[in-house]
């Protein structure tokens, strides 16, 4: 079973949309969760951590679902910036160099 | 703002070749990454650090080495190219306490092993 596991899409989503993204992961035991942003041929760059409570920052609202082992990224009112690879991302603690484990990303295009 | 850098953006190398890829962080960090990204496959973890001197194979070691003497510098190394080593190698480094798991990314080196 992957570790890690994201639908590949592509999601192509008109401007004003909303769009969800989901992932799950294998390991109960897994601490921290993350979403990271990869544009086109440039690095992957976090976007925002996943709390248990949920957290939301601005358009985007992250959620984890520790009982059914999933995350998810809901953006609402999509811009045509919004348009990457979206990474999911999970932290077993314990590990040494708590290294993490990243999911092949879901990719979103937003057109006009 | 955390900065990781890379010595190289683009690098073509041949076959049999022993190639150096240097990597960068300028905050201190404990915990240095070297992943590998191709296409269908995401980003595989090759070596980490967590220390001076101190390495963890990751999950693809295989025809890599690293170095880290120095605690912002982590060095991978490819003692003898191969053309399946082609790839996009992403250097990446965290603070190493237990609630900051965010790992920042440096700009990556595009490989080209002819």
């Known amino acids: 079973r992957k570790e890690v596991e994201q639908d590949p899409g592509p999601f192509n989503v008109p401007e004003g949309a909303t769009v969800a993204f989901n992932c799950t992961y294998s390991?109960?035991?897994?601490?921290?969760f993350f979403w990271y942003r990869q544009d086109c041929r440039k690095e992957p760059k976090l976007l925002m951590s996943v709390y248990s409570s949920g957290n939301e920052d601005g358009r985007f609202t992250a959620q984890l679902n520790r009982a059914s082992q999933y995350i998810s990224l809901l953006i609402r009112d999509s811009k045509l910036s919004d348009s990457a690879t979206y990474l999911c991302?999970?932290?077993?603690?314990?590990?040494?160099?708590?290294?993490?484990?990243f999911g092949k990303g879901t990719t979103l295009s937003v057109s006009s | 703002d955390v900065k990781v850098t890379q010595s190289s953006r683009y690098l073509v190398k041949r076959t049999g070749e022993k190639v150096f890829l240097e990597c960068v962080q300028d905050m201190d960090h404990e915990n240095m990454f070297w992943y590998r990204q191709d296409p269908g496959l995401g980003l595989r973890l090759i070596y980490f650090s967590y220390d001076v001197k101190m390495k963890e194979k990751g999950d693809i070691p295989e025809g890599y080495s690293v170095s880290r003497e120095k605690k912002e510098r982590f060095s991978l190394i490819l003692e003898s190219a191969s053309t399946n080593q082609t790839s996009m190698y992403l250097c990446?480094?965290?603070?190493?306490?237990?609630?900051?798991?965010?790992?920042?990314f440096g700009p990556g080196t595009r490989l080209l092993v002819l």
């Open positions: 390991n109960s035991a897994s601490q921290s």
């Open positions: 991302v999970v932290n077993l603690f314990g590990q040494a160099g708590t290294a993490l484990i």
């Open positions: 990446a480094s965290s603070p190493g306490t237990a609630y900051q798991e965010t790992q920042y």
